[in-house]
Each structure stands twice: as structure tokens, then as C-alpha cells.
T-cell receptor, first 113, second 113 residues
């Protein structure tokens, strides 16, 4: 089983629908992240969380919200999806106190029609 | 906004040749990391180099860091078809917070048999 699991892996939805992307990890890491990847733009940080009670906005948080339900679970929600939120979304985790390596999930491909 | 910019955007070589990718960044960093992404998959950490290091090796990978020029290079020696992937640099800096990584836009490497 993967250490960082994202569900769903693929989702097609319509404009205005609420969407939740879920991430769970078995690595025991405190830090969890949501990134968005668009062609030619690399990865951009949406939200990050250092523990259950600590959630921070990244560079592109507008239109998104998150919930850290437990140390192992970090969900990303789109309250009212729009077409320019069509992208590949990645959850990542990191352990330790300094910036070390990130461990990524396999991604969730979201298409908003 | 991206901290790192990779160059070239795309690179095509033959098996056995060396591949060199460059990354430039804008602000002082704590460390710089390189990641690999197979098409549509999650990113995998390759190597981390700290700001007080100038060169680091891992198997067929060699990373250099020049903090005076704010640049890094990733060299893959004796490339294989399996090295075909996108490669991203990511920086951790005081400006972005030590516990966040900012990714570049990536270099697409194609290694032909």
C-alpha cells in the first residue's frame, strides 16, 4: 500500500459542484501539503498544515478550503468548482522540524466542465 | 510565483549520454531539492543539497549549487530510457518559510534507446 493515498484519482464534475479530494498517510508525518499542478506552471502550493490545529494558506488558496481531520488525514475542498480549477492535485507529507524531502501521493486529476 | 526556473524546458538525448539540467532561483535559500515525475504520477525526491554545500552525489546523479549565482545543476550520467521524466527543482528559503518548498516549472527529459 502507498504511504500517501489520494482519492479519487480521477474526477469529472460540473461548474458549481462541491468537490472534496482526500489524502491519507501512513508515514506518521505531522506536515501535510496540497499542491496544484498545471502544464507549464509547475507546482503551486494551495494549503499546508503542520499539525491538526495548524493550517496555513499557500500562494493560491482562493476558491479552496481544507480540513485536517486527524494527523493522517488532510482533505481539500472546492466549494463551488469552476473550469479554471481543472488541474492535477497532489497531496504531500513531510516529517521532522526542518524542510526535508516531501513524499507525494499519486495525484488526483480533476476536470471541471 | 515560482522561485525556481529550470533550463532547458525540454531535453532530448540518446541512451548513454549525460543529461544536464539547470535551476535558477531568486532569493537566499536554506536548501535546494530535486524531484522526478514520471508522466502524470507523483513526484519522487531525488536529492537535497544544503546552502553550505557545493556538490553532492547519489548514484548516477550529481548536483551542484552556486549560491553566489543562485543556481543549481543536476547531472544524470549514462542516461537510460527509464530516466525519461520531468525533473523539478524546489527551494526552501527564509522568504517562503523553512517548512515550505517552492517548485520550479520543470525540465522534460526524453532519453531515446
Amino acid at each position: 500500500d502507498a504511504d500517501v493515498t489520494q482519492t479519487p484519482r480521477n474526477r469529472i464534475t460540473k461548474t458549481g459542484k462541491r468537490i472534496m479530494l482526500e489524502c491519507s498517510q501512513t508515514k506518521g508525518h505531522d506536515r501535510m501539503y496540497w499542491y496544484r499542478q498545471d502544464p507549464g506552471l509547475g507546482l503551486r502550493l494551495i494549503y499546508y498544515s503542520f499539525d491538526v490545529k495548524d493550517i496555513n494558506k499557500g500562494e493560491i488558496s482562493d476558491g479552496y478550503s481544507v480540513s485536517r481531520q486527524a494527523q493522517a488525514k488532510f482533505s481539500l475542498s472546492l466549494e463551488s468548482a469552476i473550469p479554471n480549477q481543472t488541474a492535477l492535485y497532489f497531496c504531500a507529507t513531510a516529517g521532522g522540524k526542518s524542510t526535508g524531502e516531501l513524499f507525494f501521493g499519486e495525484g488526483s486529476r480533476l476536470t471541471v466542465l | 510565483s515560482q522561485q525556481g526556473e529550470e533550463d532547458p524546458q525540454a531535453l532530448s538525448i540518446q541512451e548513454g549520454e549525460n543529461a544536464t539540467m539547470n535551476c535558477s532561483y531568486k532569493t537566499s535559500i536554506n536548501n535546494l531539492q530535486w524531484y522526478r515525475q514520471n508522466s502524470g504520477r507523483g513526484l519522487v525526491h531525488l536529492i537535497l543539497i544544503r546552502s553550505n554545500e557545493r556538490e553532492k552525489h547519489s548514484g548516477r546523479l550529481r548536483v551542484t549549487l552556486d549560491t553566489s549565482k543562485k543556481s543549481s545543476s543536476l547531472l544524470i550520467t549514462a542516461s537510460r530510457a527509464a530516466d525519461t521524466a520531468s525533473y523539478f527543482c524546489a527551494t526552501a528559503s527564509m522568504n517562503t518559510g523553512f517548512q515550505k518548498l517552492v517548485f520550479g516549472t520543470g525540465t522534460r527529459l526524453l532519453v531515446s534507446p
